[in-house]
Each structure stands twice: as C-alpha cells, then as structure tokens.
C-alpha cells in the first residue's frame, strides 16, 4: 500500500545520487522549464545543483533568478516506486563556483579523476557560464510503495 515518507526517509532519499528533474517557472505564457540536473543535498541542509556547462549559457539561469524558487523531483522508476518532491528558495548563486562546491556533486556522478577534471575544467571555463545554485528546501512531497 503506497504512502508517505517520514522527515528522515525522504531527507535521505533525496540525498540519494539520483538525477534531479529542476522545474522553474518560465515567462511570456510559456510552460515551466524543466530538466534534468546533477545534485548534491545532505539531510536537513541545502540543495545545490549547477549549470551552464561547456561555455554555453544555460536558459534556466534568468529564469531561476527572476522566479527566485524552484521545483525539484527525484524518483525510483522501478518496484518498489518511490519519489521526493521540494519547493526550494533560492538562496544563493555562485559564479563561478568554487571546485570544491562542484565535486560536492560531481564526485556522486562520475569517477574520482573524472569529477576532479569536471569541475576543474568548468570552474576555469572563461566564458564565465558555470553557475551553481542553492536552494533552501521549504515544502515538501513524497510518496512509497515499500
């Protein structure tokens, strides 16, 4: 029978290496912005994720800072399905971010030597289009089928 996670499981689960899927509120009539990101979140702290790789400039970014709030889902697709949802605040953005804020999250996604090339690499990108975002988790969703 499927239901809610308790504070603690859904801290944890979100603190899980998933990937995200950031939902941020679009302009003009447009539907919201969503799409998938790399994370990092410890239970009970901030969220942060990053964007703007390969010296592109990424849509999200005006869009998170004009809304000043995000969505963000995480999920288990397969038996027994689970899933966190949070409406976060922004609290802080960083441009660039420092190497060490990215392998908070990067070091969940790849090998050590390839997290450390990672975030090197677009920490020192000089089109200057990394930006790592924090938010400030304020409401929250969940469900469980365990």
């Known amino acids: ?32 912005l969503t799409t998938p990101v790399w994370y990092h979140y410890a239970p009970g702290g901030n969220l942060t994720f990053f964007t703007g790789t390969q010296g592109r400039p990424a849509q999200k970014v005006p869009l998170l800072e004009k809304a000043g709030q995000f969505s963000f889902c995480v999920q288990r697709p397969e038996y027994p399905y689970k899933y966190v949802t949070v409406e976060c605040a922004v609290v802080n953005t960083e441009r660039p971010p ?49």
């Not at 990067?106 to 920490?123: I, K, Q, S």
């Open 1 to 32: 029978m499927p239901g809610r996670l308790s504070r603690t499981e859904r801290q944890q689960f979100l603190a899980e290496a998933h990937v995200g899927i950031l939902s941020v509120a679009a302009v003009n009539g447009q539907p919201p």
């Open 98 to 146: 420092t190497v060490e804020a990215v392998l908070a999250i990067t070091r969940r996604y790849l090998p050590p030597d390839a997290a450390l090339g990672f975030a090197e690499a677009e920490v020192a990108n000089p089109a200057r289009t990394f930006v790592l975002f924090t938010g400030r988790p304020e409401h929250w969703n969940s469900m469980s089928f365990e």
